[in-house]
């Protein structure tokens, strides 16, 4: 119950300032804080789900292997299709970093 009513004041108070700094033009230090957070979001958020992605792949390809063992390749490919997700937010997060989207 504590912790439900920490997190529903604590929240509000991150949520607005995410908010605030986003908004913010680019050339103020609030504005390039906005792009800083948003650059460790993709980075973070896409690193979390790439290592969802990739252990769930992993987990079934060990027991599609146990099987059979000439299916390596594609229990290798799915897991590489895992690995894409942590690329793909590396490269957002230097696409708003230096291209300043």
């Known amino acids: 119950m504590r912790k439900a009513l920490l997190i529903s004041l604590i929240l509000p108070i991150l949520i607005g300032g995410l908010v605030a700094a986003a908004q913010a ?30 252990g769930t792949a992993a987990a079934a390809g060990i027991g599609v292997l146990t099987e059979k063992r000439e299916m390596f390749g594609t229990v290798l490919i799915f897991v590489a299709i895992g690995e894409g997700i942590a690329v793909y937010g590396i490269i957002f997060a230097v696409l708003m970093l230096f291209a300043g989207i």
Do not use: E
Request: net charge negative; charged share 5%.
């Open 25 to 54: 033009p680019q050339d103020t230090p609030q504005g390039f804080m906005g792009i800083n957070i948003g650059a460790g979001l993709a980075v973070g958020l896409a690193a979390i789900g790439a290592g969802v992605a990739v």
